[in-house]
Each structure stands twice: as structure tokens, then as C-alpha cells.
């Protein structure tokens, strides 16, 4: 480096020393800015902190006017400090009084210098403020100077980040690092928590950022590459899924960018300046993350999210950790905070001390969505950043009611929501004293009401909720979070207790229905180009008999005595369902020969969910004992919107002219042939939802437990043909004018409903 006394390592070593050193947080700033500007023979060197009031204010300067100090704040699209600020991008002149963003503050005495090198101060991928250095002489600084600079910013960034400058902020003009922040996400399972941050994947710690002899770290990094990259390379050879569940070409990707010269040579030389191998791990992350915040390419974003994991891997083989989060050291009141999360994996944390979910990924329909709902927490999806943002152990609050999420809120944010909670609370024993009420509208109509289950945490739902039964009990569910395959008898003693939790009332288990987005860890992962319309449910039940077979004896067997009502997923054709149906034929006559118990009565339905039933509706409804619509595949498939895909998932809505239209088609038809028809999809769920529902026809629904107190309230205040008078000719009329989701919330309003 020119003219540099002793180089970046030499100024790290002295960094380091300061940040050891206990003086106040000012001292320390001022010592830092000192050393700086000495090492890198500029004259001025300052630091600007972002502030909460999102201006910039200078926090310390060698150089400049020291009066200038906490007196000058810019505005953070001000000037080239400004600039550096929002684009979170070095900026590099040499003569920075000629750039258009040039701004000049008198108090600071700036004229007289002509060379500018500013870097942003970033953590996680996050603008914490910005570091100068300048020169009177028109000089242009080295390439090695920038990145030095951009080093000691990263150094820089831990004082700003630990919160000790706040002690001399004024107030309401803290350092913006630890603000509080509100972020807006997908409602994917209501319910407000109050709690504190748990990172799913944790970040990893680093306690040592600069390097006691840069040769040993040079090499450290070499062996952890060499470490992941043979790992990936184990992994796509075998075909094996890895721990989240990826998928090939997730993996393909990371491979190709593990062995990109580019991002190696970055990592190689943030070490050469002197920063530890994992130290540059999270300076090239940060630079990553900064890039990918301000990329709107959402291909490029998908790219730069795997080189984000990929660094995560590295740090990991770094320090010698796994992956395992902290599920058995989970504090009370955790929200969990993660990039994406399988069911299993959410499933694996305890219960009881699990309040909330928060994800940068998953739609509303996506497994983990559902498992949320069924363990009753508040869940929000597509929260950019999310992981980047919040610190472990940060206070946060999540409104599943809206998709908001804000992290460490202001004390009166927080007492906001304090008062909300507590009026939930009312509102929940308000539905608790309907538990018993029949569910019957104002003109009495009566309408059932079924729980969706899957799992064993389900069954105490029941109860609580005051259902009439099962409607959908997802058997996948139980393949789904298990670590190896469950045996027959597992799966036998599972139907039993669900039958024995349900007693009178009747259940509706569904086969298996996996594939597409519903993952199983422990089988191979099909290279489909696309899943969701692939090899999957009944498709593969059909062509891999034995699995189907196994698991209709187990059902069979459970129900010995007792009523059964069986369907299966993703049926397209009346002959999928008469193949299926014969299965069951031949399961019942092999049991009766071999003498066991039969169930008393055996009724065999079909989910709607694949459009094309729609178009053999009369013949299919000679042969079924029942249907139940699964809106969430039908609609996905209706729409051609992948339901799993946050982008895309609330871009077309349920409660639409078309879809209704269908719905009403089936309901019409099914009540003709006297056929019992339930819709169990999550449109059911949400009480305006299920108010069209009933306005078209519908008469037994099975809802996410959660849903059953507010949607029967919304039912017994109900009268049912004002609704259907209401919104039958308005799903008649020609589409295109208000929609109809507007139009029916204004009606539930001028009824009185709650919805
Ligand atoms: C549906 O598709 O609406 C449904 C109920 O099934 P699942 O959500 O399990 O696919
Ligand atoms: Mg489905």
C-alpha cells in the first residue's frame, strides 16, 4: 500500500488493541480514527453512524474541525457520505469536489481536501454508518487501500453493533443499529406473540476477528474450502438430500459457486489484510447480503441467497460447528427466526416455549405454514432479511392478524400490544362459551364443523374446539416429520388413537399424499422439473402399490368395529378412483379371509383438488360415497400458481368470480346425487372465507382448529340465505367489476358479522 505505515495488518493489530483497551466509547472512536488516518497517511479520517432518525451524524474525525463533531448530521441521501450510506458501497475520487453529490458543510472544514474514499460500515448486510478517509493531494487510492479500509469498517461495525455508543446518543437519535424496526410480511398463521429471538440456523459469533499470523488463517481458509467443497461433491454423487432438505440443483448451485474463482479469491483477500478466515467469511457475507438487499433481479437475489449459505457452510466447517440449533436450550416466549424451515424441523422445538415464527421464505399454504397452524403459533412469511436483522435474544413481537413484525419495538409499541393480547385473550373465551352451542345460522341452517389434523399434538383439538369430527386427517403428516419411515404398526397405532381421541365422532383420513412439495426426509428426492405437477399423492400410490396397500390395511385395521371414511388426494380421473377403490376392496376381502375385525362400515371418498374433476363430476359422483374439496390444491392448480411460492401465492384470490363459480358447480351436483360434500382447503379457515362457503351451498366444513371459534361465531350471527341471495348473482355477473372479496366484506359489515 502507498505510503501506508506498515500496511493493513499492522493497522489491525493496533485496532485490536484499542478495542481491548477499557476507555469510554468516544475515547475509543477517537483512538480508532487516529490510527487510521496514520495508517493510511490521510489526513482527515471520520466515522458517520447512522442514526434511528435514519440521518447520518459524525461521530469522531481526525482531521476535520473537532467542533464539528456531533454537530454535523446529514440526511442519509446527502452528499458522498450519503451516497455511500444508501448504496452501501465504497465510493473512491480523487477529486470528490467535482461528483454531482457533492455536498459541503461549513462547520466541518472539508474544502481544502480533493481525494474521498468512503466505505459503508455493514453488518449482516445492514448500513450501520460509514467511514472516510481524505487527502488534500488529488490522489486516487489503491485498490488495497479500499479494501483495507473496507476491513477495519467491518472491525468498526462490532463497536457500533454492541450498542455502547447509545450511552452518548442524544435521545431519539441513537445510533440506528439496534433501532427498532417494523417490518411487513405473509400472515401465515394468526396470533400475536411476544417474545425474543431465536435464529433457527444461528449465526455464528466470531470472537476473533484479526489474525495473529495471516500465513496459519491463509491456510485455515484453504482446508475449510477444500472441506466443503469435497462434502458437496460426497453429497451430489451419493444423490442424498442434506439436513434442510434441498433440493439438486440448490446443491449444484452452492457446488458451482464453491468452485468460483471469484468468491474464493474475495475470501482470500479479506485474509490477506489480516482479518481471521471466518472474519472474512462475514466480510465477503455482509458485501453479499448488502448486494442482495439492493437487488431487485429476483433471479440474481435467488443466486446471491445460495452464496449467503454457502458462506454459512464455510463459517461452519471454520469453527468446527454443525448446523444444530438450540432446540433443547430454547428460552420461553422463543420467536424463531430462520430463511425457511421444513415442518420436521419446526416440529423438533418445544412446543411450550415456542411462540411465533418468523421466515424470509414460505407461502401461506406450504407445509411449515400448516404445521405452525397446527401448533397454534403466530407465523409470517416473506420478511426480507429477516435473519440478517434480528439478533438472538432481540425483544419482537409478531402479528400473525396483520404480517407484522417488529423488532426490539418501542416501549410503547410494546405496551400497544400488551393490550392487545389481552383483549384476544377475551375474545378467546368468548369462543370457549360457544364450544357447546350447535352450529346453526340465524335461519337454521346447520352447518358442521370438522378440524383438519395429522398429527398427534391435533387430538387434544377436538376437545377444545367442540368439533364435530375430523374432516381431513392428513396421514402424511406423520411420514412427513419422522426420521425414518413409519412401520405399519406405527402407522396402525397412530389411526387408533386417533379414532379412540375422535369416539362418536367421525374422522376422514386421507392416503398419503406426498411428493410435490411434500417432502419426506428419509426418501429420495425425484429430479422433477416440476413436482407439484409430477409423480406425487394417489399417482404414486397407484403405480407403487405396496405402499398404498400397506397403509389401507393399517387404516382398516385400526377401524376394526368402527366407521370409516377414507379418501385420496390429487384423484384426476374416475379411473384413478375406481383403481384406488379396488384396492380397498382387495384389502377388506384379504382381512375378512384371514379373520380379523372389520371396520362396521367403510365409506370411500375423493379430495377435489385437480381441475379436471370438474368435468366428470356426474360420473365420478356415482361412484364416490363423498367428496372434500382441498381448495388449496385446486386453486393452485386452477390459477396455475404455485401455492408454496411466496411471489406468487397472493396474487390470485380464492374468494374470486371463477373460483366460486367452480365450488358451486360441485355443490349443486353433489347435493343432486344426495352425495355429503365438505370443503377442508384453508379457504374454509378464514371466516369470510366460509362465508362464502355457506352463501353458496356449503353445509360441512373443516377448518385449522385455530379457525373454529371465528368462524362459527361468524356462522351463528349468520343469516344464510340473505348471504346466499346476496352472492349468488354476484358470482352470476360478468367479472371485472368490484371484486367480490370487497363487495362480501362490505355485506358481513352491514350484517354485523365478524370477520
Ligand atoms: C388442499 O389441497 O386444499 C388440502 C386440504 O390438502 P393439502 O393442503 O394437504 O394439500
Ligand atoms: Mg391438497
Redesign the pocket.
Known amino acids: 500500500m502507498r505510503g501506508a505505515l506498515g500496511g493493513p495488518r499492522v493497522l489491525l493489530r493496533r485496532l485490536r488493541e484499542v478495542m481491548a483497551e477499557p476507555v469510554s466509547a468516544q475515547e475509543r472512536l477517537d483512538k480508532i480514527v487516529v490510527l487510521i488516518a496514520a495508517n493510511m497517511v490521510a489526513e482527515v479520517c471520520s466515522v458517520y453512524v447512522l442514526r434511528v432518525d435514519s440521518t447520518l451524524e459524525l461521530y469522531a474525525t481526525e482531521g476535520l474541525n473537532k467542533s464539528a463533531v456531533h454537530q454535523t448530521v446529514l440526511r442519509s441521501d446527502e452528499g458522498l457520505v450519503g451516497l455511500v450510506a444508501s448504496e452501501a458501497n465504497p465510493i473512491n475520487l480523487s477529486d470528490a469536489q467535482n461528483h454531482p453529490a457533492f455536498s459541503y458543510r461549513p462547520e466541518t472544514g472539508e474544502e481544502i481536501y480533493h481525494s474521498f474514499l468512503g466505505v459503508p460500515v455493514l453488518r449482516a448486510g445492514n448500513t450501520l454508518g460509514v467511514l472516510v478517509v481524505q487527502n488534500r493531494a488529488r490522489r486516487t487510492y489503491t485498490e488495497e487501500e479500499e479494501e483495507a479500509l473496507q476491513t477495519t469498517a467491518m472491525v468498526l461495525a462490532e463497536t457500533i453493533a454492541s450498542g455502547e455508543l447509545s450511552a452518548i446518543a442524544k435521545p431519539g437519535a441513537e445510533p440506528a443499529a439496534r433501532r427498532p424496526l417494523h417490518l411487513t410480511g405473509l400472515a401465515l398463521n394468526d396470533g400475536i406473540a411476544l417474545g425474543h429471538v431465536v435464529l433457527h440456523e444461528p449465526r455464528v459469533v466470531i470472537t476473533s476477528f484479526i489474525a495473529d499470523d495471516v500465513g496459519k488463517e491463509v491456510k485455515r481458509l484453504e482446508s475449510a474450502v477444500e472441506t466443503m467443497r469435497s462434502d458437496l461433491d460426497v453429497m451430489l454423487e451419493r444423490g442424498e438430500l442434506s439436513d434442510g432438505g434441498e433440493h439438486r440443483d440448490v446443491l449444484e448451485a452452492y457446488r458451482m459457486f464453491a468452485y468460483d474463482r471469484g468468491w474464493v479469491h474475495r475470501l482470500e483477500e479479506a485474509v490477506a489484510t489480516g482479518l481471521t478466515a471466518e472474519a472474512a467469511v462475514e466480510r465477503v457475507q455482509s458485501d453479499t447480503r448488502a448486494r442482495m438487499l439492493r437487488a431487485t433481479d429476483p433471479y440474481l437475489r435467488e443466486r446471491l441467497h445460495d452464496l449467503d449459505e454457502l458462506a454459512n457452510r464455510l463459517m461452519h466447517h471454520l469453527l468446527g460447528k454443525d448446523y444444530a440449533p438450540a432446540r433443547d436450550r430454547l428460552p420461553e416466549n422463543s420467536i424463531l427466526v430462520a430463511r425457511s424451515m421444513g415442518p420436521a424441523a419446526l416440529l423438533d422445538y418445544d412446543r411450550k416455549r415456542l411462540r411465533g415464527l418468523v421466515l424470509e421464505e414460505g407461502g401461506p ?1 406450504s407445509h411449515v405454514a ?1 404445521v405452525a397452524r397446527a401448533l397454534g403459533i403466530a407465523a409470517i412469511g416473506k420478511i426480507d432479511n429477516a435473519t440478517g436483522v434480528a439478533d438472538p435474544g432481540d425483544p419482537i413481537i409478531v402479528d400473525g392478524s396483520t404480517g407484522d413484525v417488529h423488532v426490539r419495538p418501542s416501549p410503547d409499541m410494546e405496551k400497544a400490544y400488551v393490550e392487545r393480547v389481552r383483549l384476544r385473550a377475551r375474545r378467546q373465551s368468548q369462543y370457549l362459551a360457544l364450544r357447546d352451542k350447535p352450529c346453526t345460522t340465524k335461519d337454521g341452517q346447520s352447518i358442521a364443523l370438522m378440524i ?1 389434523a395429522g398429527l398427534p399434538v391435533d387430538l387434544p383439538h377436538l376437545e377444545e374446539t367442540g368439533a364435530s369430527g375430523i374432516g ?1 386427517f ?1 396421514t402424511e403428516l406423520q411420514f412427513m416429520v419422522a426420521a425414518s419411515f413409519p412401520r405399519s404398526a406405527e402407522q396402525f397405532s397412530l389411526y387408533r388413537a386417533v379414532l379412540d381421541a375422535a369416539g362418536e365422532r367421525p374422522v376422514t383420513f386421507r392416503t398419503l ?1 406426498i411428493g410435490g412439495d411434500k417432502v419426506l426426509p428419509f426418501m429420495r428426492n425425484l429430479d422433477e422439473e416440476n413436482p407439484a405437477l409430477g409423480w406425487r399423492a394417489i399417482r404414486l400410490g397407484l403405480d407403487r402399490p405396496g405402499l398404498l396397500r400397506s397403509q389401507i390395511r393399517a387404516l382398516l385395521r385400526a377401524a376394526g368395529g368402527r366407521d370409516l371414511n377414507l379418501m385420496f ?1 390429487m384423484i384426476a380421473t374416475v379411473e384413478e378412483f375406481d383403481e384406488a377403490r379396488s384396492l380397498v376392496e382387495r384389502e377388506l376381502t384379504h382381512l375378512r379371509r384371514h379373520g380379523h375385525k372389520l371396520p362396521a362400515s367403510v365409506k370411500v371418498g375423493t ?1 377435489v ?1 385437480v381441475p379436471s374433476l370438474l368435468y366428470q363430476l356426474d360420473e365420478l359422483l356415482e361412484r364416490v360415497d363423498f367428496l372434500s374439496i ?5 386453486v393452485q392448480f386452477f390459477y396455475a400458481a404455485d401455492r408454496g411460492n411466496a411471489r406468487v401465492a397472493d396474487r390470485f384470490d380464492a374468494i374470486s368470480a371463477p373460483v366460486l363459480r367452480a365450488l358451486r358447480v360441485i355443490v349443486e351436483k353433489a347435493r343432486a346425487h344426495d352425495t355429503p360434500v365438505t370443503v ?3 379457504l374454509a379457515s378464514r371466516p369470510l372465507g366460509a362465508l362464502a362457503l355457506v352463501a353458496i351451498g356449503y353445509r360441512a366444513l373443516s377448518l385449522a382448529p385455530s379457525a373454529v371459534g371465528p368462524v362459527k361465531a361468524m356462522l351463528l350471527a349468520l343469516d344464510a340465505a340473505k348471504a346466499a341471495a346476496f352472492m349468488i348473482p354476484l358470482i352470476e355477473q360478468p367479472v371485472g367489476t368490484v371484486p367480490i372479496r370487497d363487495q362480501l366484506q362490505k355485506f358481513a359489515v352491514e350484517q354485523g358479522l365478524q370477520i
Do not use: H, W
Open positions: 399454504n400448516i383438519n381431513l392428513r399424499d388426494p379430495m383438488e382441498g381448495t388449496n390444491d385446486l377442508c382447503g384453508e
